[in-house]
């Protein structure tokens, strides 16, 4: 994979593994994705997630988190109610697959949309992957029945990956949490830690739901994990 991307600005974070629509409003992305269609290639950018209460601007790279992860894009729907005369000239969705993390090294914001030079993250074990992974299964299944006990149509997780990382990265997807969370969990070190940090969060949740039992109501993006 080429360590030179056309970045898509997204205001979800992207996992390895997970299957997510995107919707692409603004200039600049349907002009990254007019030209991964026209020039024939491998439909691949990646996806980095705009950081809490910035917007695009001059100052680009503060506005971006560092960290994000390569996506392939599966499909592109224009909005029905699109009425532009030109191909990829309106409002679309894409359909993203993630595929590896990487960090920004530079980036190139000269052109019609950002290029990014990255750098690719390793899938670190970490100490104690299957460990981890034991206590966070333990504490997902609690957390999934809590959630189908309070909300519709709930949480249903059937069995889960046994490899940590995929496992590590499905968690992430499948829990309610605000952005920069799911960030923090996209830039862990290695799995070990990504499960343990993801235990913390489970706690506090099931903590909150116990003395509180009502989430926000949200998509859970469960069934559209697809572990590489």
Known sequence: MDSRLPLLTVDTVLFPGLVIPVPVRDAQSRAVIRDLVENGGELVCGAVT???GYELGDRVFRSLHGIGCAASISEITMDAGNGATG???????VTLTGNRRFRVSELDADGDYLVADVDWLPETPGDDPLGAATVAVDRFRRYAEAVTEISQPGLH??????DPSTLSYLMSAAMVLLTPERQKLLEATDTTTRLAHLVGLLDAELAAITALPSLPATDLPWSNMSPN
Do not use: K, N, W, Y
């Open 50 to 52: 705009i950081r809490d």
């Open 87 to 93: 191909a990829l000239e309106g409002p679309m969705e």
């Open 157 to 162: 997780i059937g069995s889960l990956p046994d």
